[in-house]
């Protein structure tokens, strides 16, 4: 018998070919991902959860990387799309989006965070943003909870352009912080071009106490200003490794959307993704 199970989707996902210099971000302390992630690393990963498919996203900002994930995802089948890299803000950056082009690349990612403030509301930069819808791109919001004014206005600005904030813009779960972080993201949802990433809590909380109590009024406010429409279930693995097994992430969020119906649950473990990043993939592996 064919079989009927919901297609699920993780919308966040990581590879790498591990480096020290490159990855300085990576500290000691985090020794259990101080490695090379590959395609069968993240096959293994997605069976022993029944995930389906995954989008591959940059985790370093070069061209290199980008065409390291497209030839990834050209020679596995699980990986769906690639949310790369490019210099937004270049001048020739319309021949840099001809030179990648590729189907699976399907959006862009800068790593925001990592800026200074008011680096969303740089000229060059938003230039860059504004040729992405056209290309039928989309852009990941990877931003602290800080700089949720700045990314409310980088998303009016833009209001054409298909965006997702990833790990929920990273709320202060290890000091059980909510504010201002709710109320920016009650205002951001209010943007109906931008969806939300339900990935990278754990590791946002203390990695050796978390449990679903405590991610749960976190999550109850994603669900409460975006809705089942605009919510897309990733799980920011290897990064998560630090505080879960990719197996007990998934258990995490299914057990936190039990209650909801089988079409919500659709819709955020694989339909909304499909969606946000333009998916051919139908029904599961």
């Not at 990648?100 to 943003?129: K, Y």
């Not at 975006?226 to 490794?241: E, H, I, T």
Request: proline fraction near 7%; include cysteine; charge should be negative.
């Amino acid at each position: 018998m064919p079989n009927s199970r919901p297609l699920r989707i993780d919308a966040h996902h990581h590879l790498w070919q591990y480096d020290p210099q490159e990855y300085a971000w990576i500290t000691e302390e985090m020794a259990t991902i101080r490695r090379s992630f590959y395609e069968v690393d993240l096959s293994e990963a997605l069976r022993s959860a029944q995930v389906d498919a995954a989008i591959a996203v940059q985790a370093r900002q070069s061209i290199e990387e980008t065409q390291w994930l497209l030839s990834c995802a050209t020679r596995t089948p699980e990986i769906a799309a690639v949310v790369g890299w490019l210099p937004l803000d270049a001048e020739n950056l319309p021949e840099l989006l001809n030179k990648i082009s590729s189907p699976h690349l399907t959006g862009l990612r800068h790593i925001v965070q990592a800026e200074p403030d008011g680096f969303l509301d740089a000229p060059a930069f938003n230039h860059g943003i504004s040729q992405l819808a056209p290309r039928g791109l989309t852009y990941d919001v990877l931003i602290y909870e800080r700089q949720l004014p700045e990314a409310i206005r980088f998303v009016d600005r833009h209001p054409n352009q298909p965006f997702v904030l990833d790990h929920a813009a990273k709320p202060r779960i290890a000091v059980r912080e909510f504010e201002p972080w709710a109320t920016n993201m009650r205002k951001l949802a209010k943007r109906p071009n931008i969806c939300c990433k339900l990935s990278g809590l754990t590791t946002e909380a203390d990695w050796h106490t978390w449990n679903l109590n405590i991610l749960r009024p976190y999550l109850d406010i994603c669900v409460e200003a975006f809705g089942v429409n605009r919510l897309l279930a990733g799980s920011d693995w290897p990064v998560c490794l630090l505080a879960t097994s990719y197996s007990q992430w998934w258990e995490t969020l299914h057990e936190y959307f039990s209650a909801f119906s089988e079409d919500e649950k659709q819709k955020i473990f694989g339909a909304n993704a499909a969606a946000f990043y333009h998916l051919h993939t139908t029904s599961p592996a």
